[in-house]
Nanobody, 117 residues
Framework: QVQLVESGGGLVQPGGSLRLSCAAS????????MGWYRQAPGKERELVAA???????NYADSVKGRFTISRDNAKKTVYLHLNSLKLEDTAVYYC???????????WGQGTLVTVSS
């Protein structure tokens, strides 16, 4: 059974930084595209960043230049580095394993990031 466990959320002031982690188990981690999504109160869940098995990345326009996604296949972990945080970055951040051949997508439970002064 595939499981994703996020950590690293918390309260941070505007302009601050955080690093989110998503540890995977029960999966050949290196084979799959991974991503981070977020959902703010009253809004739909949106893609923040994704990284392919080969290391190619893409970002939402709202976070380009501020957030960085990376992965450590040996540790089966994907990271999201959040810099220059803004009030509007406040959301629950979710990790996702994208679906693959004969493999369903899987979501983590989410970790809350609150940006407030």
């Amino acid at each position: 059974q595939v499981q994703l466990v996020e950590s690293g959320g918390g309260l941070v002031q505007p302009g601050g930084s955080l690093r989110l982690s998503c540890a995977a188990s029960g999966v050949i981690f290196s084979s799959y595209k991974m991503g981070w999504y977020r959902q703010a109160p009253g809004k739909e869940r949106e893609l923040v960043a994704a990284i392919t098995s080969g290391g190619s990345t893409n970002y939402a326009d709202s976070v380009k230049g501020r957030f960085t996604i990376s992965r450590d296949n040996a540790k089966k972990t994907v990271y999201l580095h959040l810099n220059s945080l803004k009030l509007e970055d406040t959301a629950v951040y979710y990790c996702k394993k994208f679906a693959g051949v004969a493999s369903l997508e899987v979501w983590g439970q989410g970790t809350l990031v609150t940006v407030s002064s």
